[in-house]
C-alpha cells in the first residue's frame, strides 16, 4: 500500500506537519503499540519514517489511524477495512479522503502544548496547587499525566490561569468557572458543526463518502471555517464580559466614587 509521503499533502499550507513517536501516536488516537503494530503488519497503516532506530508517524498516519478506529466502531473488521482501504487506494481516492479527515481531525489551534514537572507547577502557582485542583485540572484536561511530568494542551490558559491566581483568585474556583465555560462552549461548537454537517455534509445522504472529486473542497472549507469560527466567537466573548463587568463590577465602582464624592 502506498505510504504516507505519496499521498497529496493534505495540511493546510500555514500548518507545522506534526511527528509523532508510537507511543505519542497511540495517546493522541486513544489507541495501544500493540495495535499501531498490528495494523502495521496487516498493511492497514504504511511504515513510519526511519530516523536511525526510530520511527517518525506524521499527520498521514494519524489520519489514517483515526480512520481504522472510526470503522472499528462502527463493526467493521480489520478484513473489511483492509479491502476498503485497498479499493481506495486502487481508485486513488486515499489521499483525498486523508486530505478530508486531517482537516476535521487536526487542532483548531496553532498553540503548541508544553510539559512541566509538579515542581514547576507548584512554581508557576506560588505554590497554591492543591491535591484538589491538581484532580480538577487533570479532569478538565487543562493538564495531563504522562509519566514524571504533566503535558499542558494550551499553556495560554495555564499562563492566564497563573496570573489570575497572583491576583488573589483561588484556583479551584476558577477550575468551576472553566468547568462551567466548557460545557457553554461545547455546546455552542456542536450546534455550530452540526449546522455545517447538515447542510454541507448531509446533501450526500447519510454513511456517503462525498465523490473523490469533491474532498478537496471540503477540506478546503473545513480549513477556512477555523478562522471564521473564531472571527465569529470572539466577539460574542467579548459582549459577554462587557455586560458581566458591566453587572457585576459597575456598581461596585459607582459606590467608590459616590464614596469619594461624598468625602470631599
Known sequence: MNSPSSAPDSNSPNETPQEFSIDALARETGSTVRNIRAYQDRGLLPPPERRGRRGIYNDAHLSRLRIINRLLERGYTLSNIGELI?????????????????????????????????????????????????????????????GMRYRVPSPRMLHAGAELVAAGIPLEDMLDVVAQLRENVEQASDAMVRLVAHHVFDRYGEGQLPPSDDMPELADLIWRLRPLVEMAVLPEVARAMAKAADQHLGDRLAQVLDHLHDAE
Open 86 to 146: 485497498e479499493s481506495w487506494e486502487s481508485g486513488n481516492d486515499i489521499g483525498h479522503l486523508l486530505g478530508l479527515e486531517t482537516a476535521v481531525a487536526s487542532p483548531w489551534t496553532d498553540e503548541l502544548p508544553d510539559y512541566l514537572t509538579m515542581p514547576q507547577l507548584l512554581r508557576k502557582f506560588g505554590g497554591q496547587f492543591s491535591k484538589r485542583a491538581l484532580d480538577k485540572a487533570v479532569a478538565l484536561d487543562v493538564i495531563r499525566p504522562e
